[in-house]
Protein backbone atom coordinates (compact mmCIF):
# COMPACT_ATOMS: atom_id res chain seq x y z
CA UNK A 1 0.00 0.00 0.00
CA UNK A 2 1.60 3.84 -0.95
CA UNK A 3 0.48 6.71 0.86
CA UNK A 4 0.22 9.52 -1.17
CA UNK A 5 0.59 13.30 0.56
CA UNK A 6 0.23 15.98 -1.48
CA UNK A 7 1.49 19.86 -0.61
CA UNK A 8 1.96 23.37 -1.22
CA UNK A 9 -1.56 24.17 -1.98
CA UNK A 10 -3.09 27.94 -1.56
CA UNK A 11 -4.49 31.03 -2.70
CA UNK A 12 -2.76 33.28 -5.19
CA UNK A 13 -4.12 35.56 -7.52
CA UNK A 14 -4.69 35.20 -11.02
CA UNK A 15 -1.53 35.22 -13.17
CA UNK A 16 0.69 33.42 -10.34
CA UNK A 17 2.70 30.59 -9.46
CA UNK A 18 2.33 27.99 -7.36
CA UNK A 19 4.60 24.61 -7.23
CA UNK A 20 3.03 21.07 -5.86
CA UNK A 21 4.80 18.13 -4.39
CA UNK A 22 3.94 14.94 -3.80
CA UNK A 23 5.90 11.90 -1.85
CA UNK A 24 4.98 8.56 -0.56
CA UNK A 25 4.34 8.41 3.22
CA UNK A 26 7.31 5.69 4.62
CA UNK A 27 8.64 4.24 1.25
CA UNK A 28 10.20 4.69 -1.92
CA UNK A 29 8.46 6.05 -5.29
CA UNK A 30 8.98 2.14 -6.88
CA UNK A 31 8.68 2.09 -10.31
CA UNK A 32 5.57 3.95 -10.29
CA UNK A 33 4.69 6.23 -13.01
CA UNK A 34 2.78 9.35 -11.60
CA UNK A 35 0.07 11.49 -12.35
CA UNK A 36 -1.95 14.78 -11.01
CA UNK A 37 -5.69 15.28 -12.01
CA UNK A 38 -7.81 18.28 -9.86
CA UNK A 39 -11.80 18.31 -9.37
CA UNK A 40 -13.50 21.21 -9.13
CA UNK A 41 -16.97 21.47 -7.07
CA UNK A 42 -19.40 19.83 -8.60
CA UNK A 43 -17.31 18.69 -11.48
CA UNK A 44 -15.78 15.40 -11.84
CA UNK A 45 -11.72 14.68 -11.46
CA UNK A 46 -9.96 15.46 -14.34
CA UNK A 47 -6.59 14.71 -15.78
CA UNK A 48 -4.00 17.83 -15.64
CA UNK A 49 -0.48 15.65 -15.92
CA UNK A 50 1.55 12.71 -15.79
CA UNK A 51 4.82 11.18 -15.94
CA UNK A 52 6.64 8.14 -16.36
CA UNK A 53 8.64 6.71 -13.43
CA UNK A 54 11.99 7.83 -15.07
CA UNK A 55 10.93 10.61 -15.96
CA UNK A 56 11.37 10.51 -19.40
CA UNK A 57 7.57 11.10 -20.77
CA UNK A 58 5.35 13.47 -19.71
CA UNK A 59 1.91 14.39 -20.54
CA UNK A 60 -0.74 17.48 -20.05
CA UNK A 61 -3.79 18.46 -20.33
CA UNK A 62 -4.96 20.50 -23.68
CA UNK A 63 -5.52 23.39 -20.45
CA UNK A 64 -2.73 23.42 -19.02
CA UNK A 65 0.17 22.70 -21.34
CA UNK A 66 2.53 25.59 -21.80
CA UNK A 67 1.52 26.64 -17.88
CA UNK A 68 2.23 23.66 -15.78
CA UNK A 69 5.17 21.65 -15.80
CA UNK A 70 5.36 18.19 -14.07
CA UNK A 71 8.72 16.45 -12.85
CA UNK A 72 10.29 13.88 -10.51
CA UNK A 73 13.16 13.69 -8.64
CA UNK A 74 13.85 9.84 -7.52
CA UNK A 75 16.36 10.34 -5.71
CA UNK A 76 14.04 12.73 -3.22
CA UNK A 77 10.96 10.52 -3.81
CA UNK A 78 9.14 13.31 -5.04
CA UNK A 79 6.82 14.60 -7.97
CA UNK A 80 6.41 18.47 -8.40
CA UNK A 81 3.77 20.54 -10.22
CA UNK A 82 5.06 23.68 -11.29
CA UNK A 83 2.24 25.56 -12.11
CA UNK A 84 2.71 29.11 -13.72
CA UNK A 85 0.11 31.67 -15.13
CA UNK A 86 -2.79 30.72 -12.96
CA UNK A 87 -6.06 31.09 -14.00
CA UNK A 88 -9.33 31.62 -11.66
CA UNK A 89 -10.42 28.04 -13.69
CA UNK A 90 -7.49 26.43 -12.45
CA UNK A 91 -9.16 26.46 -8.81
CA UNK A 92 -9.66 23.04 -7.54
CA UNK A 93 -8.04 20.16 -5.43
CA UNK A 94 -5.19 18.50 -7.06
CA UNK A 95 -4.79 14.98 -6.36
CA UNK A 96 -1.49 12.88 -7.26
CA UNK A 97 -1.60 8.93 -8.08
CA UNK A 98 0.59 6.55 -8.45
CA UNK A 99 0.17 3.86 -10.93
CA UNK A 100 1.71 1.01 -12.78
CA UNK A 101 1.42 3.28 -16.08
CA UNK A 102 1.35 7.07 -17.11
CA UNK A 103 -2.94 7.42 -18.53
CA UNK A 104 -4.91 10.46 -18.47
CA UNK A 105 -7.79 8.33 -16.96
CA UNK A 106 -7.77 8.17 -12.98
CA UNK A 107 -8.78 4.43 -13.22
CA UNK A 108 -5.90 3.28 -14.21
CA UNK A 109 -4.02 4.89 -10.91
CA UNK A 110 -3.79 2.55 -7.88
CA UNK A 111 -2.85 4.99 -5.24
CA UNK A 112 -3.84 8.82 -4.19
CA UNK A 113 -3.32 11.48 -1.81
CA UNK A 114 -5.65 12.94 0.24
CA UNK A 115 -5.53 16.47 -2.05
CA UNK A 116 -4.21 19.53 -1.93
CA UNK A 117 -6.26 22.86 -2.06
CA UNK A 118 -5.70 25.44 -5.20
CA UNK A 119 -7.79 28.50 -4.85
CA UNK A 120 -6.66 31.21 -7.52
CA UNK A 121 -8.45 34.26 -7.22
CA UNK A 122 -9.58 36.93 -9.90
Known amino acids: QVQLVESGGGLVQAGGSLRLSCAPS????????MGWFRQAPGKEREFVASISWLGRSTYYADSVKGRFTISRDNAKNTVYLQMNSLRPEDTAVYYC???????????????WGQGTQVTVSS
Open 97 to 111: GAGSRTSTGYEEYDY
Open 26 to 33: GRTFGRYA
